[in-house]
């Protein structure tokens, strides 16, 4: 099988010649591209992402070359979650026409990468179409505050409502100038993504999620499930309760499974939803990659891969990426349980 082949027959529940495996998002973070330069001869993140033998390429890093990373790489700390922190544009509206008058979108402004000459570059490669961050829930968040955007969406919802229709049109909108643009043609996969999970479960109700949440989310997963693009949606935490709604708006696969987290168990979910929803992850990034030993890497790997078997629909990946503690070992530890050969260039 090609890693394309591969990658399309997980999304149809059927088996493969050996385990699908990706880099959460295509992403070599800096950390681990020094380790991969240095230990195997990778001098580039292409050069990388080939030592590991990755299935999928992504467009939101297509063209680019993340540098690699010093011995001992500075890691730069974001407060972005904080409301004390930085400058939350919309902190102070408390009306639709507020709303309307700051937040102003521009999907049109986002670099479309030339989705014909990457499919012409990794031909047997399963090829993701990247649209770029636009969450509806983590965008109130963002622009409110979080605790403005729990008020809003508790008590003030029109307010709430006329960021989440300039949101979800947005997001609309970015599919469609992808698609225009040869996606639907070149690529196979399209990624999307929201955070409204912690480690203990979402941080709104199911309730306030079908009411203000999902209907934004729905009509790009439709546009793009019409061009028979098969949909990636990236979510931190535990949200496995909302799966059923994910699976009715059109998302095919759950992307940063993270299976520390309350209800995330893979044979909780393999039970759940088992040949219905992919899962793409579950190599924790908070506990075994940071903490455990390349055995136990490759145990939780092997666990993982065996609670899929029987109703297919598994890609091994780590859960999240890009974060200093993770230990680069553990990640080649985690390709080699899903079948790589991992040896010098």
């Known amino acids: 099988m090609t890693a394309r082949e591969r990658a399309l027959a997980v999304f149809r529940f059927e088996g493969t010649d050996r385990p699908c495996f990706d880099l959460m998002e295509g992403t070599v973070w800096p950390k681990l591209g020094h380790y991969l330069r240095g230990k195997y001869g990778a ?22 070359e993340l540098p690699l990373a010093a011995e001992d790489p500075k890691w730069e700390i974001h407060s972005a979650y904080s409301d004390a922190i930085g400058n939350r544009l919309l902190a102070d509206a408390h009306t639709a026409r507020e709303v309307d ?24 490669k399963a090829l993701v179409c990247c649209i770029g961050w636009t969450p509806i829930f983590s965008c ?52 999307f993504g929201d955070d ?15 009411e203000l949440i999902k209907p934004y989310q729905a009509p790009a997963l439709l546009l793009s499930k019409s061009r028979g693009l098969r949909t990636l949606f990236h979510s931190c935490g535990a949200c496995s309760e909302l799966y059923e709604d994910f699976i009715d708006i059109g998302i095919d696969c759950h992307i940063g499974v993270q299976t520390s987290g309350d209800g995330m168990g893979i044979h909780e979910l393999a039970a759940k939803i088992g040949g219905r929803l992919v899962i793409f992850g579950g190599v924790d990034a908070q506990t075994t990659l940071v903490d455990g030993t390349p055995g136990e890497v490759r145990a939780q790997t092997l666990f993982n891969m065996a609670a899929f078997r029987e109703c297919g629909g598994y890609i091994v990946s780590n859960s999240h990426h890009g974060l200093p503690d993770i230990r680069p070992e553990n990640v ?3 390709a080699e349980a899903a079948g790589r050969d991992i040896r010098p260039l």
């Open 332 to 334: 080649v530890a985690m």
């Open 196 to 210: 409204f999970s912690y480690d203990r479960g979402p941080l709104i109700s199911p309730a306030m999620y079908r």
């Open 43 to 64: 001098l580039t993140n292409e050069a990388a992402l080939n030592l590991l033998d990755a299935d999928f390429r992504w467009s939101h890093l297509y063209g680019k």
């Open 101 to 124: 008058r700051l937040f102003r979108p521009d999907p049109a402004a986002r670099p479309i990468p030339d989705f014909r000459a990457m499919r012409a570059e990794f031909p047997d």
């Open 140 to 191: 109130a968040c963002e622009h409110f505050g979080i605790e403005g955007a729990m008020i809003r969406m508790a008590a003030e919802r029109e307010t709430y409502k006329a960021l989440a229709i300039k949101q979800s049109e947005s997001l609309t909108e970015s599919p469609r100038l992808s698609l225009e643009a040869g996606a639907a043609e070149a690529c196979d996969f399209i990624w």
